[in-house]
């Protein structure tokens, strides 16, 4: 299709509406809100948008109540990124909230994209069909098969009265994105009425600007998170992102090193890289999430702690955190374990400023292959978790 | 409701059709038996069948290739749950499949209860009220409120031609119930395009057995498992039922007993009991799925063993995975550590029967308020995450 190729060559606005209570949570937090990975879930639908170059402003609206929290994610970001976002205050309805956010919308703006604070994982070749199909349609919006039935109940007792013909309708999902003349047509001329009960964005535009939005089909990784549960999801993909690639830094000739690289990448689906070679690693990683790095045990502790402080150092690991795990092979005595609790404890509070989570898994090279595989278990077990509780601890697997 | 508080003295069979391929998630294996905390979602849903005493005869449907793995998956059951279960080869549609369940089930049934595989988290109260309803109306079944809005494209162009006014529908979910003779007569009389390509039972029984679902709202727990991310979230709701109750046996005045206690109630929102007594705690805790012993250091293992192996024994800890947690405190020198490693790896060892997850958190009572604090974090971490592949570990605040 033409229009997957074209570039946005005009002024995209985004309107994030984020003024929900999250009632539906059975939490006092509202979800855009809640933690995720130690970062409110906005931070993620931020981070987003701000990621992506043709994104001129991102207006967020915030209620009240969360307008410090909201300055406080902002600090995470760098300036030239900070500064493309306007916060401004919520009101009590959806409809409204959206409302204030276009009012603060540069004139000059184009195109204008509505998407939720709880939808945060946007792909930008996605985000770009939807804001082409608007400046050629008027309006455009995300769809999704529907995953149930959709019925309808009789009016007076509940009874079933028909139920829809699945392959004629779709769900609904955002992000949508609208000329900005038209959606602000929309909103001046809508009734109160609207404003408090509307349904969404897409039915005003077509009520009121007469236009009619090109409907997208979108990807899965559209859903939005509404309960509870989802935010156990969200964490579970984010985690996911952070293990896709892995680098091996081996030190040694330690057969452990690929066997590893093996079953990470068999368990994990996870492309590995491996290096011997601490150099070429620093010049070909310039980012990296999860790092292990294998030597033999007993190690020249400084050399070890100058390994990891260099490759820290020298690749740019964004914000989020990385994983570097010592896994140490070839048998020493456990009464030089001491030494190497207080390394890695040591290191985990040196790195700190990195956010990043550090082990050392000790495995007897001399050991049993039970132990072989308890030792490589562990190390994939500490990269699905990534937990800052357990950064500094050494594991054992005898 | 007058129904709420009826019981079900008839008999009732349940037809759960697990024969689906899966694609949707991107995975080889079919979603029921991807693995969750260990064991295949559909052991999660059998179990939960298995739990309610008037549930007579569950059939499950599955495909030719996964019979055997279904067979193991009865095994986790004990005899008299087992043989409740009759498993039956699935065919080439949804509706194939349940029509090769429902012939399967015994003639003299009353009411056939129709649930989804992916669907793990039925409750008993409501399942009662829709096998209620479906006895007094021939059929039922579970509705929730639409989280998007349901559109409808034009047919040439994709272009929004209307959306449906929410108020007016609801998405059907399972369970569903019906009457033996009338779901019979809705597969006997419908033609091959319904059995193909047919949207769902209600409407085939509306169709071809004139009988009106009654439509009752359901629990959010009622979510269908469809994709990769949905496997997060119902391990994330899993552990979250493994960690709602917490008890303490603070084998000492520790008052790191009472931290835990109000840090693990705050951060998890669990019930939590704390006991000094070992005895009263067994005949108190019938069952358990949290245990956290505390403990002064050094201290005698073989008492601590005797009292971890008693606890263990003494207590029915379901076939669900247990984690005990021994949190030692009180200045040792590192070097009686060696013994508290093996003594962890031994215990986690010998008590792998019980599926249980064992480790040991270490924090010297002397130390500053952050190393406590790092402790208690440990904690809480490790009875979130439960994680087998650390089993036997120690962990050391410093």
Known sequence: MAADRSSVDFPVSVVLPAAGSGERMGLSTPKQFCSVLGRPLLYYTLQAFLSVGWVREIIVVVSQDWLQETSEILQHFPTPSRSKVTVVAGASTRHRSIWNGLKAVGTDTDVVVLHDAVRPLVEEDYLRRIVLAAEEHGAAGAVRPLISTVVSPTKTDGMLDHSLDRSQYQASEMPQAFRYPAIMEAYQKCSDHDLDFGTECL?????????????????SSLWKVTLRK????????LKEELWKNVVILSDCKLPLSQRLHKDIQEQLSSEVVLFNDQEQLATTCQTMATLIVTKSFPCDFEKTRDTV???????NIGDRRVMVLLLCGETP???????????TRDIAKETKKHSAVINSVYVDSQASSDAIDRAVAMVISLI???DPALSGQVFVAQ
């Open 203 to 219: 039915h005003l535009v077509q009520k009121y600007a007469g236009v009619s939005a090109k409907l997208l089909l979108g990807p």
């Open 230 to 237: 989802d935010l156990y999801a969200i964490e579970g993909v």
């Open 309 to 315: 402080s260099k490759v820290l150092d020298g690749t």
């Open 333 to 343: 005595a456990l009464d030089t374990m001491p030494r190497l609790f207080n390394f």
């Open 384 to 386: 699905r978790q990534r």
